[in-house]
């Protein structure tokens, strides 16, 4: 849980006075006076405009926050936020996919089971909202990852991706959505997506968040996959709250916001936000415009600031229950300085004493067509069993059952798959029914063989 505490000796700024929030001037009957915000009202705050200008004064609030003992986290889309890393000392940097990764799909091991179904609930929700997919597919993950959960908190994605199979095999008419839901989750074991999310050097989870904590997703590669890790981390950020108990004294910052809360479908990720505020924290929203979110976001107790591009103190329009007023926030010059990875690595040095890692996805080659047919080992054994044996012969159905060791349902569906992919074909030689090997069962067999030649795997072995 976080706690107060001393702040390293920063350069000098007006932030607190008792237990309002003093973050710059408005213009008033008599002109300029100090723009004063309860401690309280910063529950809620959109900031909108261009991204320069919103960074500069997002940060500068976060600084302001930390000085007043609120820590915080940036979930950042880009690089803007680094020089909080370097004014504050004790300040985490996390760069998805150079230096850190993260398993959306893992929870802490002490999550009851209640909290594990709400995050498999909102990750489900979350995912399908963000990648256009419908409500029975977020129903087959959810009910995927709660059967994980049950076994185990930390699931891979090949795991999940099984789940999701498990989850069709007695109801056939769902064959379809559980294919295009394998389909889109195999996509992120590859290239910078896979370097970000299957490593080893995972993003603390929310329960061990430091005073400041910055997590870049700039190297994700589609702002539909950003959304989907701030998401994960918003639903992780809650349910610990509430059961840490967190309450006022730490900040989410969610960068380029208007990806996350989009409308899918007649579907929205709203709750997110309330979980958030039920459980005390307090949330700021970063996005081109305040439009861009859903207007239910933009109601009582919301303090809407939207910046324009201006120099060191910026002018904004402040709307909040009250009113719109202008104002003018000051930032400072120190935090518009960029820094390259190599200035990070720098700094990290410095402080630590040690270089950062870099890390990589495991090894891991591509998936053959037979292995995202047949998830299942033994299955896919049994598939391989079947092809390699119809190369050189055909075969009755009758036969080709005799071959297989596993059940005769499981068999039969076995077979009905690979007929349904049109790798087997069905004919008929004197008057019997044979089972014949086509042109792209062929194919699909010598590429699967391919795959594993050279890594000693026998056949139904993934990699």
């Known amino acids: ?22 973050i710059g001037d408005v213009r008033g009957e008599d002109g300029w006076q100090p723009f004063l915000v309860d401690l309280r009202d910063l529950k809620f705050i959109i900031l909108a405009g261009p991204k320069k200008a919103r960074v ?9 926050e930390f000085l007043a003992s609120i820590g915080f986290t940036v ?17 985490k940097l996390y760069r998805l996919g150079l230096d850190s990764t993260l398993n959306p799909f893992s929870i802490p091991e002490t999550w009851r089971e209640f909290e594990a179904y709400s995050y498999a609930s909102l990750v489900s929700k979350s995912y399908a909202i963000c990648f256009n997919l419908t409500r029975i597919h ?3 993950m959810c009910r995927a990852l709660c059967k994980l959960y049950a076994e185990k908190p930390n699931p891979t994605l090949l795991e999940v991706i099984q789940a999701v199979e498990g989850e069709v095999e007695p109801l056939a008419r769902l064959q379809g959505f559980a ?3 394998k389909s889109l989750l195999a996509s992120m074991q590859e290239g910078y997506v896979g370097a970000c999310l299957l490593g080893v050097e995972e993003v603390p989870s929310p329960s061990e ?49 208007q990806h996350l809360f989009q409308e899918t479908r007649g579907w929205k990720l709203e709750e997110l936000i309330s979980n958030m505020l039920d459980a005390g924290l307090n949330l ?23 910046a324009l591009e201006g120099g060191l103190a910026h002018l904004v329009k402040v709307s909040t229950s009250r009113g719109k007023m202008e104002a003018k926030l000051s930032t400072y010059s120190w935090l518009e300085d960029d820094l390259t990875d190599c200035d990070v690595d720098l700094l990290v040095e410095s402080r630590t004493g040690v270089k950062p890692r870099r890390v990589g996805a495991p090894r891991r080659r591509s998936l053959t067509t037979l292995e995202e047919l047949f998830l299942k080992e033994e299955v896919r054994a049994e598939a391989y069993n079947i092809l390699s044996y119809l190369r050189d012969n055909y075969s009755t159905f009758k036969g080709l059952f005799e071959l297989m060791n596993l059940p005769k349902e499981l068999a039969r569906k076995t077979l009905i798959k690979l007929y349904r992919n049109k790798l087997i074909a069905q004919s008929e030689v004197g008057g019997v029914k044979v089972v014949t090997l086509t042109d792209l069962g062929r194919l699909v067999l010598e590429e699967y063989e391919s795959s594993l030649e050279g890594e000693g795997i026998d056949g139904g072995k993934v990699a």
């Open 75 to 91: 979930l950042d889309t880009g690089r803007g936020y680094r020089t909080l890393f370097k004014a504050l000392p004790r300040a």
């Open 138 to 140: 977020a129903s087959l």
């Open 179 to 181: 294919e295009e839901l």
């Open 1 to 22: 849980m976080f706690s107060p505490f001393i702040p390293t000796p920063l350069p000098p700024i007006e932030g607190v006075r008792g237990e309002l929030f003093h």
């Open 56 to 64: 500069s004064i997002g940060a500068s609030l976060l600084f302001k």
């Open 209 to 257: 968040l430091e005073e400041a904590c910055i997590v870049e997703l700039s190297y994700l590669p589609t702002s539909e996959l950003r959304a989907f890790i701030q998401a994960c981390f918003m639903a992780k950020l809650s349910i610990t709250a509430r059961l840490k108990g967190l309450m006022s004294q730490y900040t989410l910052l969610i960068e380029d916001a």
């Open 284 to 306: 700021h929203l970063s996005t081109p415009s305040a439009a861009a979110l859903p207007s239910t976001l933009r109601g009582e107790g919301i303090i809407i600031l939207e």
